[in-house]
């Protein structure tokens, strides 16, 4: 395992919600993560117990947690060191009241 995959999997194992992200949860660069990060919100999580990782500033990280995940895109969120997908995928868990119950768990 590269150095690049060993410092996301001790991000993912190491945290209860992670989200990959550009941007900031306080100051978003794109529209998927902003809406990854109101869903959170939504669903009930503190913003403080949310770790974000900004991929902007990191792009071995970038590239890096493409390959980690086998998934193409950006935002990406885990829970309890799994990996729960995008923001569309978010929305369709968050609307069937799925999502609330996995991050309450978290």
Same mark, same amino acid.
């Given at each position: %395992?590269?150095? /690049?995959?060993?410092?996301?999997? $001790?991000?993912?194992?190491?945290?209860?919600? #992670?989200l990959?992200?550009?941007?900031?949860?306080?100051?978003?660069?794109?529209?998927?993560?902003?809406?990854?990060?109101?869903? =959170?919100?939504?669903?009930?999580?503190?913003?403080?117990?949310? /770790? /974000? #990782?900004?991929? =902007? @500033?990191?792009? @071995?990280?970038?590239?890096?947690?493409?390959?980690?995940?086998?998934?193409? /895109?950006?935002?990406?969120?885990?829970?309890?060191? *799994?990996?729960?997908?995008g923001?569309?995928? %978010?929305? @369709? %868990?968050? *609307?069937?009241? *799925?999502? $609330?119950?996995?991050?309450?768990?978290?």
């Amino acid at each position: %395992m590269s150095d /690049t995959q060993q410092r996301i999997d $001790q991000l993912v194992k190491g945290n209860d919600i #992670v989200l990959f992200m550009k941007g900031t949860a306080s100051f978003p660069q794109c529209g998927f993560s902003g809406r990854a990060v109101q869903i =959170l919100k939504a669903s009930g999580v503190d913003a403080k117990n949310i /770790t /974000t #990782v900004n991929v =902007l @500033e990191d792009p @071995e990280i970038r590239q890096g947690i493409k390959d980690y995940s086998q998934w193409p /895109t950006i935002p990406q969120l885990y829970v309890k060191g *799994e990996f729960i997908g995008g923001s569309d995928i %978010m929305m @369709e %868990m968050y *609307e069937s009241g *799925e999502l $609330q119950q996995l991050v309450a768990a978290a």
